[in-house]
């Protein structure tokens, strides 16, 4: 209790659910062997925490940013540059962390202070603007960030494959530095997703809430409503940036499209709605059912197209065509926007998790 | 009724012409900075087309929200769509409009570019009701649907058109420039300068001249005491979402003559441009719409000539500094 | 007398809050009906869900034997209701003129109606092109009431005409309020000024914490000072 910082999850099933993934991503390593599981579990776990920091934002102040994505770019490629240019070694990635969170810390910083000077209803839109042009520029200075390319680097010593702690003998697979990656990812992600739990339980959080219930009534109670929400977008910032190192860490690369691209955008709204708005435990739901039907349904979408084309039927066949899954989420996110906008924790939670 | 003579006038409140200068100022700076007078021209030309593309495409969004607080996330895939449905005329009929007689060429463009316009117009009036009315008055929903209706409309488009860059030749008698003496301007830009210019006037005399205009005009300012006077603004919003989302149908096609090619990218890429001249405009403001397109096509071709580097960023910087400026923008309308 | 309006059980809620808690009143057709009350009693509230900018939660509204209550507000005000609201509301980017286009739904601005309406408010064919957001806020109020009677209505809902406004022009608003009651119309005028409700008053409503707690004869309650004192907490004489 005192670790869920006194907010459970208030559902039975919802509680099995959580125990479930999380015992899942645990074992992961130990019950489903095979690399391509890894990679699933392990972007479950980055994705979690990312989209809970973005849930803190969306859920908790209700306000839109599309920006979120550039403090998660932010965080790979302080990794992927700093292994890159200085080496792979722990003293770079503590060059990344010192430069990559001060860095996120100080753009959240600007974009709240701007954004508040100006109507809130520009907020969106100013953050997509900002985000699009970082995007720009982290594929034109190749020189800095390899472009469209992105970088690939090498990882320390202790976290590669070839870094073998325990043999095959025992588990019938090598325990190498790859599984302790996996490891750091998923417990750096368990303690972000817990520090967020403290932050919206905390009477910050609270007042957070009453923001986004009647901004003006919050005001006239005497808060200070600018500090409050600048406040929330950093600490976002700094855990998406977070999260961003982590990828890095994981994919040993990034890129446009594996950190900065407007579909991961999309990827991280899908999984706020689907998981449930303003409960944190939605970003967990959301990340797990989404990245497992990213990773699974595709390859069913790929059958039935196949089944499709071959029975001869018009449109359906470019319509089930893998490429086009984001079609279906997109009319899946609709539906749940439009349906349960409380998402799968307000669902089994039983009441609406968020007001209105 | 007859004319009434008022027999005394209040002072008009100055008129706010700073916003107006700044588009004009701008390019004056230009001249010693640009140096040749000739690449001045064609960069100035250069500006105004694009600027008035990016108009024909905004005036929309920025119309729909001052009139019903309503942010469509999804105004990009109108203009997607607007440029892929021209193909549809103009691919097929591609003799035509490579044929060497002007006449026989707008013979295809016109019924393609209202083709487009019927189709978004169309998809204006499915997207008010299906996405934007069931969330009606809520602004987070409102985002979020309209940016799930972003996403299916651009799949769609990959599933009907497939991925690959979809060439859109200009028509023959528009391709090629005037020549002027050492200066050449070319015939597609002027022509699409025109178009703008036309679609400017036009909706500010609706605005100002009609019974309609005078209701989105009291609508945009308070939408409550236009009903208590009897009329539906639902439907009014309606016919201007639907007109808006023709006009950025519209916009598609000329800016895929422009670029000579359509991908459903360049939704997501315009609607960054275009929420960034409605946010300079000020929200509402069709006036303020006008000139921020046009400040933000001269940032982006001037800044492109002169420091090829800034011009990633141009625009941010752009907005950035007219909001430092006026933080509700160059025109504040709504006092919502 | 018929009642051209009835309310009956109205219960109104903004958000969470129980504005009204059962509204029962009727007006009578052809006579001015005041509501009177403390600030926050209701009054507007009562007329916005009359005008349909409120939806009553229970209760029923009728006009002319119709019911209006589940009606849209555009509907209501076709059926014949012109609205002042409290805020003013004038379109300040349009003209005078043209908030009075706007204001005359059903054609061309009628030029003997315009004549009586100037006959009062000689400032607005002053200033007929000028724009509305630069009228002071008298001739901005008059503006208002002038949108509401531009054409004939049956049923004319006025919210707090004479608020803010200096004495003198207090005295010559109550002038233009009786010159459109001699026309016939059917008035309920929401107002603070005793004086005003006094001068214009054939019925009285009083409210308070929404509900009416009081209805009657308006000459009845202006010679009851102790009746004015325990309803409205206020003595005649010494507002006057
Ligand atoms: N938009 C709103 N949201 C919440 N409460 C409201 C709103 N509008 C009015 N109220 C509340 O409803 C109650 C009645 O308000 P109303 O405006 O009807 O009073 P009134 O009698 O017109 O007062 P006044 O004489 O000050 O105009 C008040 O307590 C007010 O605080
Ligand atoms: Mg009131």
């Not at chain 1, 900002?130 to 320390?156: I, Y």
């Not at chain 1, 977008?233 to 190192?245: F, K, L, S």
């Not at chain 2, 009609?210 to 009897?230: C, F, Q, S, Y």
């Not at chain 3, 607005?124 to 531009?150: C, E, N, P, T, Y």
Request: aromatic share 8%.
């Amino acid at each position: 209790m005192m670790i869920l910082s006194g907010d459970p999850p208030r559902s039975r099933t919802l509680s099995i659910l959580l125990v479930v993934i999380v015992l899942a991503l645990l074992a992961t390593p130990f019950i489903f062997p095979g690399a391509k599981a890894l990679n699933v579990a392990a972007k479950i776990c980055i994705f979690a925490a990312l989209v809970a920091s973005y849930d803190l934002l969306l859920g908790y102040t209700g306000s839109v940013s599309f920006a979120h994505t550039m403090f998660y770019g932010i965080g790979s490629y302080a990794i992927a540059i700093s292994l890159y240019g200085l080496g792979p070694n722990w003293a770079s990635v503590a060059v990344a962390v010192a430069a990559g969170l001060p860095l996120a810390l100080l753009l959240a910083l600007a974009i709240g202070l701007f954004s508040l000077r100006v109507e809130a209803i520009f907020f969106a839109m100013i953050t997509l603007a900002v985000a699009s042009a970082f995007l720009v520029l982290a594929s034109q200075l190749s020189w800095l960030t390899g472009g469209e390319d992105g970088r690939s680097f090498q990882l320390p010593e202790l976290l590669r494959p070839g870094t073998v702690f325990i043999g095959k003998e025992w588990f019938g697979f090598p325990i190498n530095g790859r599984i302790l990656t996996y490891y750091l990812v998923l417990s750096a992600c368990a303690l972000m997703i817990l520090a967020l739990l403290r932050v919206v339980n905390s009477p910050f959080g609270r007042v957070l809430q009453a923001i986004r219930e009647n901004r003006f009534r919050a005001e006239a109670l005497g808060y200070r409503t600018v500090f409050h929400l600048t406040y929330a977008n950093c600490i976002a910032a700094v855990i998406a940036a977070c999260a961003g190192m982590l990828n890095a860490l994981w994919l040993r690369y990034a890129g446009p499209d594996t950190s900065l691209a407007f579909s991961i955008m999309l990827d991280i709204l899908l999984m706020v709605v689907i998981g449930g708005m303003g409960t944190i435990y939605g970003a967990i739901i959301g990340a797990a059912i989404f990245i497992l039907a990213q990773n699974y349904l595709q390859a069913l979408m790929s059958i039935a197209s196949t089944a499709a084309s071959e029975a001869g039927l018009p449109l359906l066949p470019g319509l089930l065509h893998p490429d086009r899954w984001l079609l279906w989420l997109g009319l899946l996110f609709i539906a749940s926007v439009y349906f349960f906008p409380t998402g799968v924790v307000g669902r089994l939670r039983g009441k609406p998790a968020a007001k209105h | 009724m007859s004319e009434i003579a008022a027999t005394d006038t209040l002072p008009k409140p100055r008129r706010d012409i700073a916003p107006l200068l700044l588009p004009v100022v701008l390019a004056l700076l230009m001249i010693p900075l640009v140096g040749s007078a000739s690449s001045w021209v064609t960069l100035t030309v250069a500006s105004l087309a694009m600027g008035m593309m990016i108009f024909i495409m905004a005036s929309g969004l920025t119309l729909v929200f001052g009139l019903m607080d309503v942010l469509n996330f999804g105004h990009g895939a109108f203009i997607a769509i607007g440029a892929y449905v021209a193909t549809l005329v103009l691919l097929p009929l591609a003799s035509w409009a490579q044929a060497d007689s002007l006449l026989t060429n707008l013979a295809v463009l016109v019924p393609a570019a209202l083709l487009s316009m019927g189709v978004t117009g169309a998809l204006g009036l499915v997207v008010e009701r299906v996405l934007v009315l069931p969330v009606y008055g809520q602004h987070l929903k409102q985002i979020l649907m309209t940016t799930g209706g972003l996403i299916v409309a651009e799949q769609t488009m990959y599933a009907l058109f497939g991925p690959q860059i979809i060439p859109m030749p200009l028509p023959a008698a528009l391709r090629g420039s005037f020549i002027l003496g050492d200066v050449a301007i070319s015939k597609y830009r002027l022509l699409a300068l025109l178009i703008g210019l036309v679609i400017f006037v036009a909706i500010e005399l609706v605005l100002n001249r009609t019974k309609i205009g005078l209701l989105i005009r009291a609508g945009v300012e308070n939408r409550e005491m236009v009903e208590a006077l009897g009329y539906r603004i639902r439907r009014l919003f309606l016919g201007v979402f639907m007109t808006g989302s023709a006009l950025a149908g519209l916009g598609g096609v000329m800016w895929g003559l422009y670029r000579e090619q359509v991908h459903a990218s360049i939704g997501d890429e315009l609607t960054v441009l275009v929420f960034i001249v409605v946010i300079i405009g000020g929200l509402g403001s069709i006036t303020g719409c006008f000139i921020g397109a046009i400040l933000v096509a001269m940032v982006a071709n001037y800044g492109g000539f002169l420091v090829p580097k800034l011009a990633l960023v141009s625009n941010i910087l752009l907005m950035v500094a007219v909001l430092m400026w006026r933080p509700r923008g160059l025109y504040a309308v709504t006092s919502r | 007398m018929s009642a051209l309006l009835k309310l009956s059980g109205v219960e109104t809620y903004i958000g969470r809050y129980h504005i009204l808690q059962g509204v029962d009143f009727e007006v009578p057709e052809g006579q001015t009906t005041m509501l009177l009350g403390r600030n926050g009693a209701g009054k507007t509230t009562t007329l916005r869900t009359i005008m349909g900018l409120w939806q009553a939660k229970t209760g029923s509204i009728t006009l002319s034997g119709e019911p209006i209550e589940k009606l849209a507000t555009p509907d209501i005000a076709q059926r014949g209701v012109g609205y002042v609201p409290e805020s003013m509301a004038v379109f300040s980017d349009l003209t005078v003129k043209e908030n009075l286009v706007l204001a005359a739904r059903n054609g061309p601005l009628d030029d003997a109606q315009l004549a009586w309406i100037f006959g009062f408010f000689p400032a607005l064919k002053k200033f007929w092109l000028s724009r509305a957001g630069s009228l002071s806020g008298g001739q901005k109020q008059m503006l208002s009431i002038a949108r509401a009677i531009v054409e004939p209505r049956k049923l004319l809902l006025i919210d707090e005409p004479t608020k803010g406004l200096a004495p003198a022009i207090v005295m010559s608003l109550i002038e233009c309020l009786k010159e459109i009651k001699r026309r016939g119309a059917t008035i309920l005028l929401v107002e603070q000024n005793f004086h005003a409700a006094r001068e214009l008053g054939d019925q009285v409503l009083v409210m308070d914490n929404g509900t009416i707690v009081h209805r009657g004869d308006m000459a009845a309650l202006a010679a009851d000072v102790p009746l004015q004192e325990r309803l409205l907490g206020l003595s005649l004489e010494a507002h006057q």
